[in-house]
């Protein structure tokens, strides 16, 4: 019945912020701070986060301008905490990572740590992956060489950074068993809770790189391998970026036609042109899918490979196909190999056989060519005599030791 008796917690705020202002202007700062402190509260108690916020925030810096780093500190953690009830991580990582500086200013190296890695799952939560690394990497530094001290938010805000932004794989056994070392204060746990599911959500999420058929050990230079990109995940996502990666002896004839709809499970073709000899590797890919409660970067397999020299492709030509000549006279059978393949061929042996009736007029009858380009052609002659009379027969074989294949040609040469 006396509630009409109560003031408003909004008016009790004013006159707070109205005395803070009051002990600025005669330099009293420590006193101030406690006054904006008070006033803040209130605006929590009338459910104005944002002016709870600012004179939190406003409750730091007076603290700071008498060197009261400790309390500096916690007035801009109680301003993070409010946001974080709010759902505003990204800010709240901006309060906490102020703090922790302030912290680490009084030499209390763990609890800056501490800090400084829940400022880490904030921006983790926010989404900002560069700066939630960068914070990481300065949490490292501020860790001694020797004997450092074991901080369980560190170690927790590690693996989260390398499973959402590093691509790292570990199971759910040694996530439980890291974030179990953990105790988020009451007002961290949203936060905490949030990264963990996305954490796991992540670990359930595959992203695969295979073969479009049978497993290659060994391809050939110039003929063109396809793969299948394929992601699987428990809830919907999208793929909102990706990066690519082959080996300088593999180029792109048909990249991934990656779509940018929702779904939990996907593949796409992929067809990759192998382009020099040697070792051939394609992967990891690296694609970030983000969903509901899922914002996470992923990194396929990588798939290794030898590429064999491109096929050669060999044919002869004979001319003329037929011809006469007088006993003891001489005839000459003009010979053009082409390589129509898309490699070269090495080491090319071309073999004259001859009937009784003919003999070789110069040259031997074995040869060997050592090199023939792809699209090239080489012509060369051979010289044939007659030595009686009646129809013989000239064949001329041409053996390819890589494909091992055999071309036989034979001219009919009537002598008389």
Not at 186 to 215: C, H, I, M, Y
Request: aromatic share 8%; glycine share 6%; with cysteine.
């Amino acid at each position: 019945m006396f509630d009409f008796l109560k003031k408003d917690p909004l008016d009790k705020a004013k006159k707070h912020v109205a005395k803070a202002l009051n002990e600025i202007e005669n330099d009293y700062f420590d006193y101030a701070s406690i006054e904006y402190e008070k006033a803040a509260n209130l605006f929590l108690e009338a459910g104005s986060p944002d002016f709870a916020v600012k004179y939190f925030r406003e409750a730091a810096h007076c603290a700071l301008e008498e060197n009261q780093f400790a309390r500096g500190a916690e007035m801009k953690i109680c301003a993070a905490q409010t946001l974080l009830e709010e759902g505003r991580f990204d800010e709240a990582g901006g309060f906490y990572q102020e703090a922790s500086d302030h912290i680490f200013r009084e030499k209390k190296l763990s609890d800056s740590i501490r800090t400084l890695s829940v400022s880490i799952m904030c921006h983790l939560a926010a989404r900002s992956f560069d700066t939630a690394v960068n914070l990481l990497r300065k949490a490292e530094k501020r860790l001694p060489e020797k004997s450092p001290p074991t901080v369980a938010a560190l170690e927790v805000a590690r693996e989260y950074v390398g499973v959402l932004v590093e691509g790292y794989e570990t199971s759910h056994e040694n996530l439980r068993k890291c974030i179990s070392k953990f105790k988020p204060k009451p007002r961290e746990q949203d936060v905490f809770d949030f990264l963990t599911n996305s954490v796991k959500l992540a670990l359930d999420t595959t992203v695969e790189l295979e073969w479009a058929g049978a497993e290659q050990k060994e391809v050939s230079a110039k003929t063109p391998i396809e793969f299948e990109l394929r992601f699987k995940c428990p809830i919907p996502v999208r793929v909102v970026d990706y990066r690519l990666s082959l080996s300088n002896s593999l180029t792109f004839k048909k990249e991934p036609a990656i779509a940018e709809g929702y779904s939990s499970e996907e593949s796409w073709l992929l067809t990759v042109n192998p382009v020099l000899n040697g070792n051939g590797t394609i992967g990891p890919f690296k694609i970030t899918l983000e969903g509901e409660r899922l914002l996470v970067h992923k990194h396929s397999n990588q798939i290794d490979f030898l590429i064999a020299s491109a096929p050669s492709d060999l044919s002869m030509a004979i001319s003329p196909e037929r011809i006469s000549c007088g006993l003891g006279d001489e005839v000459v059978l003009d010979v053009t190999l082409s390589n129509d393949g898309e490699g070269p061929a090495n080491n090319i042996t071309v073999t004259v056989a001859l009937s009784d009736g003919l003999e070789l007029s110069l040259g031997t009858p074995d040869r060997t060519i050592q090199f023939l380009g792809a699209s090239e052609n080489l012509r060369f002659q051979i010289y044939v005599r007659g030595i009686s009379f009646g129809d013989e027969l000239a064949t001329i074989k041409l053996q390819d030791p890589k494909t091992n294949e055999e071309i036989v040609k034979t001219v009919m040469v009537k002598v008389g």
